[in-house]
């Protein structure tokens, strides 16, 4: 394996799951996004531990990404959070998925498939009130619904909204969150008036689930935080969150450097002193991004070192000073959970982004190498 992996700390996940269930109470169900392989850090491992910690569902946001995880052997219910295209309806029935619905065509096609396959498919109304991205207008979901009641091979099983700002205290923001509830809660009276059992009701991603109970309903979809970070600046420690990734390394190279002399692309980083240079095999390709130079620090032994130069493709420097103590392949940590050292969200805050982009950052080429995983779980693999 090569030096630079992800190591990804399981335990972690059980404790956040664990966390969040003590906030939401025993009777709210956990739906865990694992779309984009879990937010980079394995969809099928942190599917087994989610369902481990006591997930009943899951949420992935292409059908190929719920395909994976089918033919992996999980049976766990899966929400396909994005819509799809013609070409893939017939595997969201082939592959037992549950997609979200909002429009009449959407619809009519899913329930031709079911129809043909001799399947009945779950559904879940998606309502847009205040997103803008997909869903049927409030006014519109009792239509809806009818729709899919008018179609012998599908079922609602649940009514969906996203909220766009739930993460965020300042006070437009807090009003927009609550509008978007209230719109919520009623178009599914407005559903009930018209003799339909909307299902699970769930909106809450993240942020929601921290600051509105009222908007817990039956079921919650905690992304950002079951894999440790707060889900923006905003947050306030309600919740112990431990980040699960751990980016690290190993220093392959060790050379002396005078005084005066350049590092790395550009020049842009001579060093005014005589020093040691260590190189790491890692780069942006890796998803350590190229903004974070200059300005990003690593953690080895103990100690913190400063990256110097730019960040190339594949590669790094960091100048571990006149007198060195690390030693040629001593382990570098990049990020992780240690809360001496930076975390994802700290790095993601030097950037000016978010988390969320951070992890899914690291690419393919990383392995990743799962601790901490329940004994119980071995039996999925
Ligand atoms: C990604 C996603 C979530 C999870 O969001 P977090 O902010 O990571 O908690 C929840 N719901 C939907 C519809 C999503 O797309």
């Known amino acids: 394996m090569r030096a630079t992996r992800a190591i990804i700390h399981l335990e972690n996940l059980q404790s956040n799951i664990r966390e969040i269930r003590k906030l939401i109470g025993s009777d ?16 099928l491992k942190i599917a087994v531990g989610a369902i481990q910690a006591g997930a009943a569902y899951l949420a992935v946001a292409s059908v190929q990404e719920g395909i994976d995880l089918r033919e992996a052997g999980i049976i766990t219910p899966i929400l396909s959070l994005s819509l799809p295209i013609p070409e893939e309806i017939d595997q969201i029935v082939q592959y037992g998925l549950t997609p979200l619905v909002a429009d009449a065509d959407f619809i009519a096609e899913l329930g031709a498939a079911a129809r043909a396959a001799g399947k009945i498919v779950p559904v879940h109304i998606k309502i847009d009130t205040g997103m803008g991205r997909i869903g049927c207008e409030p006014d519109e979901a009792p239509s809806i619904a009818r729709r899919v009641l008018h179609e012998k091979g599908l079922v609602i099983e649940g009514t969906a909204t996203h909220l766009a700002v739930s993460d965020s205290d300042d006070p437009d923001d807090i009003a927009y969150t609550k509008a978007q509830i209230a719109e919520f809660t009623s178009a599914v009276a407005a559903m009930r008036a018209d003799g339909i059992d909307p299902g699970i009701l769930h909106a809450a991603s993240s942020g929601a689930i921290l ?105 790094c420097m960091i100048d571990i000073g006149p007198e060195p103590t690390a030693r040629k392949w001593d382990k570098v940590t ?24 951070v992890t899914c950052a690291v690419n393919k080429r990383v392995p990743r190498v799962y601790v901490g995983d329940e004994p119980r779980a071995r039996v999925f693999r």
């Open 28 to 43: 709210t169900k956990i739906c865990i996004p694992v779309k984009a392989d879990g937010y980079g850090h394995g969809a």
């Open 211 to 315: 600051r509105y109970p009222e908007a817990h309903f039956d079921m919650v979809r905690p992304g950002i935080i079951a894999y440790g970070y707060p889900p923006s600046a905003d947050y306030d420690g309600i919740i112990p969150l431990k980040p699960l990734m751990e980016l690290e390394t190993q220093i392959v190279y060790i050379k002396k450097i005078e005084r005066g002399t350049s590092v790395s692309y550009g020049r842009t980083w001579v060093s005014d002193r005589d020093t040691y240079i260590a190189t790491l095999p890692i780069g942006y390709a890796d998803g350590l991004s190229r903004r974070l130079s200059p300005g990003l620090t690593v953690r080895s032994e103990g100690k913190t070192y400063p990256v110097v130069g730019r960040i190339c493709m594949d590669q």
């Open 334 to 357: 990049i990020f992780g959970p240690d809360p001496e050292g930076p975390s994802a969200a700290t790095l993601a805050d030097r950037l000016g982004t978010i988390s969320y982009e």
